[in-house]
């Protein structure tokens, strides 16, 4: 498959098999970091504009709460590494439940929006000088990574004992994938370089010593998804089939387990 960078650049990218259920985009980009450079890319700022910004905002504060309980029903108290922290929101809900947060950020601006909050934000996993965390999370991360097979060992090393390492990721089995096809927002080459389907994470991270524990569908990803995706597709969103498509997504994954997004949770054996 190939697919556009819509966001930034318009260049085209192949979709090529790396692993069994493992996808990567080739070629990877010399500078990652200029595809990144959008008043678009909305993880990397806390402000909102455009009403699908709104929307973005809104949902993700109520997820804020969904993430910490889903954590604290596991760990009620404990150290936690968040990595790829954005602008810090996350950081903060944990912190507001009295867990020690600490957080990787290589996007300079979001990192300094981060500080500005009390936050202890690095640039880089090498800065972390404590380890033995209880918990570590990837929210929307793990494409992101160059050196992907590094970082999770990495992330291991990092975690104590059954230790929680949590992974969300966009799922390329998803309906709306299948329906939108090479214009599926969640491709978002060349900033998404790895893409996973269950089966291929899952197998992933199994063979590296985790035991997967729990699967929680993010219902709403599917309906910003094919908003985007809307957008991708003929550059005139259609709200209405946006709904539609992100509710048969959900629909029928509700039988197959194959939600447009996925977060999993490792336990370290």
Known sequence: MVCKDHLVSGEKFNILEYENGILKTDPFPENLEKYYESDEYISHKDSSSSIQDKIYHLVKSYMLSRKAKWIRKNIKHGRILDFGAGTGEFLNKMKSYYWDVEGVEPNKFARDLGILKGLNLKSSIVEVENKDFDVISLWHVLEHLPDLDQKLIEFKDLLVKDGLLIIAVPNYNSYDSKYYKENWAAWDVPRHLWHFSRDGLRDKI????????????????????????????????????????????????????????????????
Do not use: C
Request: aromatic letters at 18%.
């Open 206 to 269: 199994s063979k590296l010593g985790f035991e997967l524990i729990d699967e929680k569908p993010l219902k709403f990803d599917s309906f910003y998804v094919s908003l985007l995706s809307e957008k991708n597709s003929d550059s005139s969103t259609n709200p209405l089939n946006a709904f539609y498509r992100g509710y048969i997504s959900n629909l029928r994954a509700n039988s197959t387990g194959e939600y447009s997004s996925i977060a999993y949770f490792f336990k370290k054996a």
